[in-house]
């Protein structure tokens, strides 16, 4: 197995983080992959806000729903990336939506999100993406302007615990040739 798919088949997502900062150079790391990720005519949609300010941490957790179960890693991790969007800007060309899909920044950024947990899965550290919360009330946190959407959160830190894999399904099961 190569290292890549090492990497990409060792990852989980971590609910449980260890008391331990997470080194500047390993943060750089992540946030170079983000740089590098491909996007829609090299838009380059994405900005990050690297939260480890623990009062922020404490008023993302609000935002969560009750049953989210990221509600205690969300302040526990030492960094959250709150990975946000420009609109308007992934997918349209002249201003205006070019494909059937519209806007792609959900794609591009779920391309800049998996380079970033695969960075951090690299690096010994654990990471889990976090989507159910209220994304316009972590927007105002945040502080970004209407031109922007905060589209995932991104726990990290060292695992407290290892964990299994969770089972998957066969590739014959999803995959097709020449029609579906």
């Known amino acids: 197995m190569t290292e890549l798919m090492s990497i990409i088949k060792g990852r989980r997502s971590i609910r449980r983080y260890q008391d331990k900062e997470v080194p500047e150079e390993y943060l750089r790391q992540i946030l170079e992959s983000i740089q590098w990720s491909p996007s829609w005519a090299n838009t380059q949609c994405w900005e990050v806000v690297v939260v480890r300010d623990h009062s922020i941490k404490e008023k993302l957790k609000e935002t969560l729903t009750k049953t989210n179960p990221a509600s205690k890693a969300i302040v526990q991790a030492p960094v959250v990336l709150a990975i946000c969007g420009k609109k308007k800007s992934s997918g349209f060309y002249k201003g205006e939506a070019s494909t059937k899909f519209g806007d792609w920044i ?16 690299s690096l010994g550290l654990g990471t889990v993406i976090v989507g159910l919360f209220d994304h316009d009330k972590a927007a105002n946190i945040l502080g970004l302007g209407e031109d922007y959407e905060v589209v995932v959160l991104i726990l990290v830190g060292y695992p407290a615990k290892e964990t299994s894999p969770p089972k998957r399904r066969e590739i014959a ?8």
Not at 106 to 121: E, V
């Open 106 to 121: 959900m794609f591009d950024l779920g391309i800049a999100t998996q380079s970033a947990c695969l960075t951090a899965h």
């Open 173 to 180: 099961d999803f995959t097709h040739y020449d029609k579906f």
